[in-house]
């Protein structure tokens, strides 16, 4: 396989001149769009939505599981992952205490859990992640122990296989379409001294054979590297950027955080497209510094001079990421892209792109709602209550479909 070096930078000027600026004050088209180098490229200048047509999060959950006293299948503490199935079904992949996944009909109804703790065959220290392969076959990562189990539908094992583990070895987060697996580092790291951008690369895994390919580099965050040996430090760089990924079929989207662009790579790590909208930075200044840091401390409790000295010695970023690294892929392929908190809303923002690379619009999901997975009309998530958590779904509201 050809290593291909994937990077994110800014178009050539013709490139920008051919997306139109505006500066004239002369209206541009809604979205612009040219081909360079065979690459298309799709910018979207305002949302196509309008305000009759854009989709909604019902107010309330269709769906809550979760805080039975007593119950085991209905008690969450640690929920990594929550996904609804094709046919309805729901899998939730709770990390740790205990250690499991499991299976429930599209009503609730518990069905069986995979895993438990442990390291004999069949058993888990801690699960990242979970996929249903066909209607049949799950298959269950765990970092900790550095193997991948399959399991048949009804619990048994089927096989369980190692992993390499170790700081460098890739954390496997997404699946293609043909069953490989898509990791990254845990946590890269730049090797100079000085202030810069770590980089990774992107890797495919086989879970048959258990190849491991690489696929693409990328930017990860920034850090500030001091001294050398026994003194040497290493601070990353507050609100810096880094580049998110999110699966669709047998392409990966990867997005560098500091913009609104996304890039979809084939699984040879070569560029397919580029599209994105319009987005304002937004500069980190004393003001901002200020007022993180007085929230920050206000929130410490007891542990308030540990964070005055952490934040004392704190880097900056220069500029707010446009968003995080959360990206999901509907059932429809939509691309959902989570924004920054707002700290003056109750909501999160999310833009949404249609499966051709038009930017549609954003929507809003409740501010404690962290959304692991979106059907065609139905999302899922965790809903912190207190010390515990509950899956909660919620229906999708889509005017084209009322």
Not at 81 to 98: E, M, N, W
Not at 330 to 338: E, I, K, Q, R, T
Request: hydrophobic share 40%.
């Amino acid at each position: 396989m050809t290593r291909i070096t994937h990077t994110f930078t800014p178009l050539p000027l013709l490139a920008l001149m051919a997306l139109g600026t505006a500066c004239d004050g002369v209206a541009r088209e809604p979205v612009t769009h040219h081909d360079s180098a065979g690459v298309s490229i799709m910018m979207s200048h305002s949302p196509e939505w309008s305000q009759s047509e854009r989709w909604q999060v019902a107010a309330d959950p269709a769906l809550s599981l979760g805080g039975i006293t007593g119950q085991r299948a209905y008690s969450f503490t640690n929920v990594g992952d929550a996904q609804i199935l094709a046919d309805g079904r729901i899998l939730v992949t709770h990390c740790s205490s205990p250690p499991e996944v499991r299976l429930y009909r599209g009503d609730g109804a518990f069905i069986r859990a995979f895993g438990g703790d442990g390291s004999d065959p069949g058993r888990c220290r801690f699960v990242l992640r979970s996929w249903l392969v066909g209607s049949d076959t799950l298959i269950v990562y765990d970092p900790t122990l550095g193997r991948i189990t399959r399991y048949d539908i009804h619990g048994a094992v089927l096989d369980a296989r190692p992993l390499p583990t170790g700081d460098e070895a890739p954390v496997w987060l997404h699946r293609l379409a043909d069953g490989r697996l898509v990791g990254r580092p845990n946590n890269p790291q730049p090797t100079t001294e000085g202030r810069s951008r770590a980089t990774f690369t992107y890797s495919l895994l086989h879970p048959g054979t258990l190849q491991i390919e690489p696929l693409v580099d990328a930017a990860g965050a920034e850090f500030v590297v001091t001294g050398d040996g026994a003194q040497r430090r290493v601070d990353q760089v507050l609100f810096a950027a880094f580049t998110a990924a999110a699966s669709r079929g047998a392409s990966i989207y990867l997005s560098d955080t500091r913009d609104f662009w996304i890039d979809e790579v084939d699984t040879d790590g070569r560029l397919i497209r580029r599209f994105g909208r319009d987005w304002a930075s937004e500069r980190i200044d004393r003001r901002f510094v200020r007022e993180y840091t007085d929230q920050r401390l206000a929130a410490a409790g007891p542990a308030v001079r540990t964070m005055r000295q952490e934040l004392g010695r704190a880097v900056f970023a220069d500029h707010l990421p446009a968003h995080e690294q959360t990206m999901l892929v509907d059932g429809s392929d939509h691309l959902w892209v989570l924004h920054l908190p707002d700290r003056r809303r109750d909501e999160r923002v999310w833009s949404v792109f249609a499966p051709d690379g038009r930017w549609l619009g954003e929507l809003t999901t409740p501010r404690r709602l962290r959304v692991t997975g979106i059907g065609e009309d139905r999302l899922i998530g965790v809903w912190q209550e207190g010390d515990g958590q509950m899956v909660r779904v919620y229906e999708l509201l889509k005017p084209e479909l009322q």
